[in-house]
């Protein structure tokens, strides 16, 4: 069942657009988190560093009501509630050398540790850097607080340390909600502004991309169609277009195998219409004299018979040729010959061939010559076509030529890299009307239907197989000349 592209691009845009417009969303979460969380350590890192010495001023005030080691009470009490009567969000604690609490001030005086892990307290008061340190928080178990710490020294000695936890638990639910509301509306409204301009921009891309894929399956769907013509539009270099790069080399490749295959198609059964045809006169042309032979050799005389065996020879000879001819030509249209180019001297294939067909053209009285030049006439072909190339011109020029006519072969360096050779006779020559068909198969001519009308045919697509072409002149009564060319090849 075909599916119109549309709707199908229509639901995968929406598809698309529902997971990208969640991706935003669930980046806007995370980028909502991240943000009040800097925003909270931002502040306690501000604070711990704007409160780094409060402890050690806290130490210069408090010192003094250390007597003989022993701790007044009563007069710390006093100094720790002025600080906090000044600052409510510190909780104040003095520890022994070991850590252990030994007085407080805290709000509402719930503290549930009783010894506070030095380690924090040491590194806080090795650091120069002012880095941000968490040490233990005496009011709730597990949690850690930025603080402020100091040695408290008498006479020498340690006697314990000033632990200021900086943010009272009291502070902290305060200042959270006060900052989470104002961290979370700056970050919700910052948020709602880049979700929209990207939700914007993003579905405009995810349309355009959807858009461009849809033009391409439509094209896809209407080649799958049978309009083999169609090809995608271009326009940039992206990865889309290279797909519709590739779709139109893809189709073009298809179409030319279909057009190759409808060619090669027709072609068979232009050639078995054509074989039928063609082997019907020469097989009945046998079968008839050799059946008179069979039913009547006592009644014919020895010359008839002779004349009759003569007649299914040369039928013999004719359909050998043509069954030859045929089987040359449905391989060369068809693709099943290929080149095979080589350096090969012209001129002795050209002498070679001469010296053979003199012999014939003798007997009918036609002279052939062969002009060759001096300078170099190698070239580079496939030999063993080429002398076909040669011997098919040689025969239709033997075929139109009389006694007393010629065949000139000659071979021409016409232009840097290129060495042409020209067939010429003085024979009958062709009329004007028939020589944009004679390279057409099966055509014969008007005067010569004995011909197999493949001769010049093979010519032409061999001569097309080397990438050249070959031209015909040619005037009534006064003859015809071939001409091709072949690529040359210096000589060192």
């Known amino acids: ?51 780094w010495n409060l402890a050690a001023t806290t130490v210069s005030e408090i010192k003094p009501e250390f007597q003989n080691g022993t701790v007044n009470k009563a007069a710390i ?4 509630h002025s600080m906090m009567v000044i600052n409510p969000s510190l909780e104040v604690y003095l520890l022994d050398p ?33 880095n941000l340190i968490f040490g233990d928080d005496p009011r709730n178990l597990g949690e850690k607080k930025t603080f402020s710490a ?27 909600m006060v900052i989470g509301s104002y961290i979370l509306g700056l970050s919700i409204r910052s948020i709602i502004i880049i979700l929209i301009i990207s939700a914007f921009v993003g579905l405009f891309f995810i349309w355009f991309i959807t858009k461009k894929l ?19 539009p271009v326009k940039n270099k992206d990865e889309l277009d290279n797909i519709g790069l590739v779709f139109n ?40 004299y050799a059946e008179t032979l069979l039913l009547k050799k006592d009644r014919i005389a020895p010359e008839e018979q002779t004349k ?20 040359e030509l449905s391989k060369l249209q068809t693709n099943q010959v290929k080149l095979n180019p080589e350096p090969f001297s012209i001129a002795e294939l050209v002498s070679d061939i001469a010296n053979k067909y003199r012999i014939i053209s003798q007997k009918k009285g036609i002279s052939i010559n062969a002009f060759i030049p001096k300078e170099n006439t190698m070239v580079e072909a496939d030999i063993l076509l080429i002398d076909r190339v040669l011997q098919n011109l040689i025969d239709n020029a033997i075929r139109f030529c009389r006694e007393g006519d010629y065949i ?36 014969k001519g008007k005067k010569y239907s004995e011909s197999t009308g493949l001769g010049l045919a093979i010519v032409k697509k061999i001569i097309d197989l080397h990438h050249s072409d070959i031209q015909v002149f040619s005037q009534p009564g006064k003859g015809t000349t071939f001409t091709f060319q072949l690529p040359a090849i210096n000589v060192a």
Request: hydrophobic share 45%; net charge negative.
């Open 1 to 51: 069942m075909n599916q119109n592209p549309t709707l199908f691009f229509s639901r995968l845009y929406w598809k698309i657009s529902a997971l990208f417009i969640m991706i935003l969303v669930l980046f806007a979460g995370i980028t909502l988190y991240i943000s009040v969380h800097s925003a909270n350590n931002y502040s306690i890192e501000v604070n711990q560093k704007l409160n």
């Open 77 to 80: 009490a006093d100094i720790m």
């Open 98 to 130: 070991e850590g252990k609490i030994l007085s407080y001030v805290a709000p509402a005086k719930v503290v549930k540790l009783e010894n506070v892990s030095l380690a924090p307290i040491e590194s806080f008061l090795n650091d120069t850097k002012h």
């Open 150 to 176: 100091a040695k408290v020294i008498d006479q020498g000695r340690l006697t314990g340390y000033i632990y200021i936890v900086l943010a009272s638990q009291e502070y902290i639910s305060a200042a959270q």
């Open 214 to 232: 849809n033009t391409i399956v439509l094209g896809i769907r209407e080649f799958q169609s049978g309009n083999l013509n169609v090809r995608i």
């Open 249 to 288: 080399e893809m189709a073009g490749a298809i179409s030319k195998s279909i057009r190759e295959l409808k060619e090669t198609d027709e072609f068979r059964k232009e050639l078995i219409s054509n074989v039928s045809h063609d082997l019907r006169t020469p097989v009945a042309s046998i079968q008839g």
């Open 308 to 327: 009759y065996l003569e007649i299914i020879y040369a039928s013999c000879e004719r359909l050998k040729t043509l069954v030859s001819e045929l089987f």
């Open 408 to 443: 000139n072969i000659e071979i021409i360096s016409v232009e840097e890299g290129k060495i042409e050779i020209k067939i010429a006779d003085s024979g009958e020559g062709i009329n004007a009307d028939e020589l944009p068909f004679i390279f057409e198969r099966y055509y």
